[in-house]
């Protein structure tokens, strides 16, 4: 470790910079410990076998549907509904193995994470690794979250980021209108325009050769079970439909931080950064099923391998944690959070116009 060291701090040389809530961390720290202590950090092995047993069981029910029914429009449609569940719950469960929180070792974790990433959904496993570490490690902070890379190019995200684009007189789209724009571009183009070319362009230019063999067992498996029903065009048509189904359900709740705080890194301590980021939705067991339990996105972020099943017995622990030190700790209904996406995108627009015109 030497050729690392930079040198030594003196005596009157705080070890702790001023940007950072050194009180916060370490009583964090504690808190991590009684966390261990409790047991939170251990995981409930048949709740995930469960959860991969619906999955795989409504991956079925869409090809019976279709083969029992026939092609008609209502199989058709009730066959695409199933498979988008399909698609989005193992999202949710591809991201439990992606976080080593199913399995004490790394390489049962690594194993099951290719294989419903990469078998059930078509995607690569160090493309999801590369973007969403980055986003753990600064949440919400530009140039750095990849979740926010839509800022400045499709939408001004964030009080502070809108008004400094519009400083700029940087116009890359009508901003003030992007709450009513991000139905139309933001879902459609993620996924099944960007998200289908990308992942294919990342796994060659990387040359992860593991992973395309993954993702190609999903395409095989998936057009020889569904083309000889459907056709080649059926299929498809289909695939598109499953695709923007999916992306809906995927960015209402993946992007529930876009009203949370928006900034450059501005270099505060761990703890801080991860709760100024994020808010929960309400506990029940539809929140919990509908977003793979990141309705607790609080308690993930500050125990990202804590096995979801567990957030809710800490939740308690972070409440206390975030009054003691007059940190707001935001939980919601489902609703109201989709609701504050939109607002917030109002809110941001209307800043930036205002900057882009008076300032």
């Known amino acids: 470790m030497n ?11 705080p070890s702790f ?6 009180e916060l961390t370490d009583e964090f720290r504690e808190l991590r410990a009684t966390v261990e202590q409790m047991g939170l950090m251990k995981t409930n092995h048949i709740f995930f076998l469960l959860y991969l047993l619906h999955i795989l069981l409504l991956d079925v029910a ?33 991201h439990d193995f992606g976080h080593l929180s199913v399995f004490s070792t790394s390489t049962w974790n690594h194993l099951l994470h290719h294989f419903v990433i990469g078998h059930l959904k078509g995607a690569p496993a160090s493309w999801w690794n590369h973007m969403h570490f980055q986003h753990h490690a600064k949440p919400n902070c530009f140039r ?6 839509m800022h400045p190019f499709f939408f001004a995200l964030g009080k502070i980021l809108s008004v400094e ?13 992007q709450h009513k724009y991000f139905f139309l571009i933001g879902p459609p183009a993620l996924l099944p325009l ?15 050769w593991v992973d395309l063999a993954w993702m190609v067992t999903f395409y095989v498996r998936i057009f020889l079970t569904y083309v000889p029903l459907l056709g080649l065009k059926g299929f498809l048509g289909l695939f598109l439909i499953v695709r923007v189904l999916e992306i809906y359900w995927f960015v209402w709740v993946d992007h529930m931080n876009i009203p949370m705080h928006i900034d450059h890194d501005q270099n505060k301590d761990w703890v801080s950064t991860q709760l100024q980021a994020t808010c929960n939705v309400h506990k029940s067991f539809f929140n919990d099923w509908f977003s793979g339990h990141l309705n607790f996105q609080i308690e ?28 707001e700790y935001q939980s919601k209904p489902l609703l109201s959070a989709f609701a ?6 109002k809110e941001s627009g209307q800043l930036w116009l205002d900057a882009y015109l008076h300032q």
């Open 3 to 13: 050729s690392l060291l930079i040198g030594e701090l003196s005596p009157e040389q």
């Open 17 to 22: 910079e001023p940007t950072k809530n050194k």
């Open 62 to 94: 869409a090809w019976l549907t279709l083969w029992v029914f026939g092609t008609s429009l209502v199989p058709f449609l009730l066959s695409a509904v199933l498979l988008s569940v399909v698609q989005a719950q193992a999202g949710w469960l591809q």
């Open 144 to 149: 750095k979250d990849p979740d926010i890379n």
């Open 165 to 177: 684009l519009g400083k700029q007189k940087k116009k890359y789209m009508p901003y003030n209108h």
């Open 194 to 208: 960007y998200f289908q070319w990308y992942i294919f362009y990342f796994v060659f230019q990387r040359k992860k």
């Open 300 to 327: 993930h972020h500050l125990f990202p391998t804590m096995p979801r099943h567990n957030y809710h017995k800490v939740a308690p622990l972070v409440q206390s944690l975030c009054a003691k030190h007059g940190i």
């Open 340 to 345: 504050d996406i939109v607002h917030s995108l």
